[in-house]
């Protein structure tokens, strides 16, 4: 009988991390309805938009804050000059940026596996946290070895952070459920087994770093989450249904912590990508690792962070944006519905959509990969935001160091995908 509550368990798991997010219009578009979509596999567009009398209004806002920071504007001809300009702004708009601790890693294991050793780590980040990282070495490389930067995603799944890109042997069965239908594999293993240094962080609010919902008292919590925390503490720990109860109240808390972030001055994305560039500051100064030859990569957050990552550090050499690149104002009329609190950059598209902002790459090598069965964008936010980046890296005189594909597949980074990007960092820095 737990057994069968366990698998009903993790079946909701993968459910609710299919609708953790969704599509979106293009930069012309009104309130009238988008372009067809009703292909095998995607549903029928919603015959109105979601702020139904409002949505006007808002798309209006949208079309008076053009972004105006655009390489592809007239106002920009040499790149260079249009990065010293924009790349200021975008890390400036994060708004955070804490002093650093001076830059150290404290190794807490060393795990041998076949092909690599982890190192489980912890880097210096601010004076309030240490930043948890797992760091895959290959073994019989020739060091100093190129480095990379494999950001995790969100998928609803918030009790496991590195856990999506690294496997345990001990690792329960909802945790390969999610891997298996998200990724196929350990993604972060096989790039080891090829010879690159791997870094893994825990994210801000996902497994070792997630919000303790267990911890609440539920006599003093907000109203609408009571019941379920009475329903959580009822649940053994560590079963499907204690880790999908978990991960209902951690998203169901997130717009409380988005609140309390901008309240701080701070933004979400800040966060994020503060922590991912100072997990680079660290992957850099590795000795075994060649910081002229480091890449980056992820799916959905772990896209959105790779975004974040490349408009905001030039050390990025290379880099794989999965299953999160669209056009901002294609999301107004239907797809914010089920987007996290963890991507918005508040005053962001007057300056720069967020094509323009990963063009902050170019001439970096930049591999975008589509899916086009994801419910969490349209197909036409998504090809423009492509069809941007084409044209940023044209008239950057780099057009072939970009590249976009689109697979018919729903949101994921299944295996053949990891290949195609495996062989897009591997052309550039392997």
């Not at 601010?126 to 950001?151: F, R």
């Not at 080891?192 to 911890?215: H, P, T, W």
Request: hydrophobic content about 40%.
């Amino acid at each position: 009988m737990q057994e069968k509550r366990d698998a009903v368990a993790r079946r909701k798991v993968l459910l609710a991390a299919g609708a953790a997010f969704l599509p979106g219009g293009s930069p012309d578009m009104k309130g009238a309805p988008r372009e067809t979509e009703e292909s095998a596999g995607r549903p029928p567009i919603p015959p109105n938009p979601d702020l139904a009398n409002l949505y006007p209004v808002i798309d209006w806002i949208a079309a008076e804050n053009a972004p105006n920071l655009s390489f592809l504007s007239n106002r920009w001809q040499k790149l260079e000059e249009w990065k010293e300009a924009a790349r200021p702004v975008f890390r400036e708009l994060l708004r955070y940026s804490p002093p650093a601790a001076p830059l150290k890693a404290e190794v807490v294991s060393r795990e041998k596996r076949a092909g690599f050793t982890i190192e489980a780590v912890r880097i210096s980040a601010t004076d309030a946290y240490q930043i948890p990282g797992w760091v895959l070495v290959p073994e019989n490389a020739k060091k100093p070895c190129p480095g990379i930067l494999a950001l995790h995603d969100h998928g609803g799944c918030f009790v496991w952070g590195h856990e999506k890109l690294i496997s345990d042997p001990h690792e329960p069965a909802t945790l390969t459920e999610f891997r298996n239908y998200y990724y196929g594999r350990p993604y972060a293993e096989l790039l080891a087994r090829k010879g690159y240094v791997v870094l893994v962080i825990d994210a801000f609010y996902f497994g070792s770093r997630r919000l303790r919902v267990e911890e609440i008292d539920v006599a003093t919590a907000p109203g609408q989450y009571r019941e379920q925390l009475k329903q959580l503490a009822a649940i053994p720990k560590s079963t499907g249904p204690w880790f999908d109860a978990v991960n209902g109240l951690c998203g169901n808390y997130e717009h409380l912590m988005a609140k309390s972030i901008f309240a701080t001055g701070a933004t979400w994305p800040g966060i994020l990508s503060w922590d991912d560039r100072r997990s680079l500051d660290y992957l850099c100064s590795r000795p075994d690792v060649d910081r002229e030859r480091i890449g980056c990569l992820g799916l959905s957050l772990g896209g959105l962070r790779t975004d974040f990552v490349v408009a905001s550090d030039p050390r990025v050499k290379v880099a794989c944006v999965t299953g999160w690149m669209t056009e901002f104002r294609a999301q107004l009329r239907n797809d914010f519905r089920s987007h996290t609190w963890m991507l918005y950059i508040p005053g962001l598209y007057s300056s720069m959509d967020l094509p323009d902002a990963v063009g902050l790459m170019a001439p970096n090598p930049l591999l975008v990969q589509q899916c086009s069965l994801d419910h969490l964008y349209s197909l036409e936010g998504m090809r423009g935001a492509v069809d941007k980046l084409h044209r940023i890296y044209a008239k950057a005189g780099a057009a072939e160091h970009f590249h976009s594909r689109f697979y018919d597949v729903p949101h994921s980074f299944r295996p053949q995908m990891q290949e195609d990007a495996f062989a897009w960092i591997e052309k550039w820095i392997g």
